[in-house]
């Protein structure tokens, strides 16, 4: 107060007092000039004179505290540390270094000493305390060899808190293995993706297939070049207030900086239609480009306007060779090696000296994982990671037998079913996959193919669903594709449904695979089902009123209804001994056979 009062200010940078007119034009200069400016308004010190803390004020206006001239008190890091001079930085940091073990200094310099010093910030001009150097490894007790510090690093990541899948998520098209259909090297979105000639996409594909890391990869190529902006968001997180805010950060990056903006819309079918309409308008002008991943049709679940202003790119489940590459370098890049391939000298020289067991895999085992993930990568990888975290955690608690407490950890096959339990098995009952199986069993039983007729059915119970829809469709089938050529079909086909109905799933499966096999095996006719669908498009084609019926085929309950020659000149058949001439059609219809007949009869 006494210098607002005198009509000074203080400066934040340096503490020293000027005039009021003065303090714009000095901080100007002290920010800019640093040492420079410091050493013009102190010519004692080379760095800002430390601020007092709030307890040495105190113990000064207290007398009794009060430091003699000889006390030296410690050095307060101000709040404007980034104009301390570049020496006091390089004494701090040769404190640093001297605190820590030679070792553990080596290991440090080999991989990556800058993480080291930046834990090691100084406090009060001291060093951090002895707690604070388990920073230095990830591992507790680090070795000194960069092979084998490579191998315990990427071991422990296991224990981290993200999924294998995550961290093994590729960075550029090189590592992206699987879709060479689509992103092969002579393709043409590949050269639109090289050249960042990116069209607005939908990624359309199962779980796993790498729709969200071919959306990272087109990320980091974006901010490698910093030609463009790349803003993500999810679907079933994200309001319509947050695209539009999204949306008006890009007009506004493209107004200032003349920089587009890439959105990616994960799971772009949790979108209703009302939000999806939010971009039309900027895809059309070019303000963003988007690219929208999903597992649903995009035919059913992105509108048709935004689906014309896209390209659909259909990324197919990966096959078994392409996650076998995958698995193969996720187990490079965590330093497990694979039984049967020949270790290389670095590994070999560095495992020698260790006491700590190395983690080997079999081949099989990673055959095992590629098959049974149903082409979903993030399956495998983290069936892996569960394999691997339960041999190392057996291996911990002391659980193998005592003859392999030296020995290496090993992961065959066993332990990868373990750790999947069954087939990851790709079933969705109110997506698409239910319609796609639904109607490959109903044309297996109409190709009279009961092998496949059972495979389908499997697939459809085993991925979750409902038996009385199977059912059902076993009783319109019946009727449908078998009709009178086996009467008993129908019979079967409800026996069927009701058996279901009653004792319900896992029993009703064999109840189920019996019918559509009988089903399958009898023979075949659409008369009936034809003769139908010509009834129906007879009346829907009819022009004008439809035809009354005939009077003598009418009901005549009461005597009013006689008078007026209801039910007059019907034949009663049962009271005749031979065939009855009685016409039964409207007039309009006399002579049609629905069995045989065409639209251009009537």
Known sequence: MALERSGKVQCPVCLNDFEEASINAHLDSCLTAGDKGQDDTNSHDSTPPPKKSRLASEAAAGGDMMPSSGDHLPAVNTVFSVFQNSKKKTASASEAAAFFPRKQRAFAANSGAELVMKNSKTTNGSAVDGDDTAAVSPCPGGPADSTQARRAVSVCSLDQGRPLAE?????????????????????????????QEIPSLILWGPPGCGKTTLAHII?????????????????????TNEVREAIKHAQNELRLFKRKTILFIDEIHRFNKLQQDTFLPHVECGTITLIGATTENPSFQVNAALLSRCRVIVLEKLSVEAMEAILLRAVGLLGIRVLGQEEDGADSEAGGGSSEPKILIEQKA?????????GDARTGLNGLQLAVQARIGAAKLGSMQPSEATQDIIVNEDHVKEGLQRSHILYDRAGEEHYNCISALHKSMRGSHENAALYWLGRMLEGGEDPLYVARRLVRFASEDVGLSDPLALTQAVSAFQACHFIGMPECEVILAQCAVYLARAPKSIEIYKAYDSVKACLRNHKGPLPSVPLHLRNAPTKLMKSLDYGKGYKYNPAFSGPVEQEYLPDELRGVNFFNWTPSDV
């Open 366 to 374: 990673l055959s095992t994982i590629a098959h049974l993930c149903d």
């Open 167 to 195: 961290r093994m998520r590729p960075g550029s098209l090189q590592e992206y293995f699987g879709q060479s259909k689509v992103l092969g090297e002579s393709t043409l979105l590949r050269s639109l993706l090289e050249s």
């Open 219 to 239: 990320a980091s190529g974006s901010k490698k070049r910093n030609t463009v902006r790349f803003v993500t968001l999810s679907a079933t997180s994200t309001s």
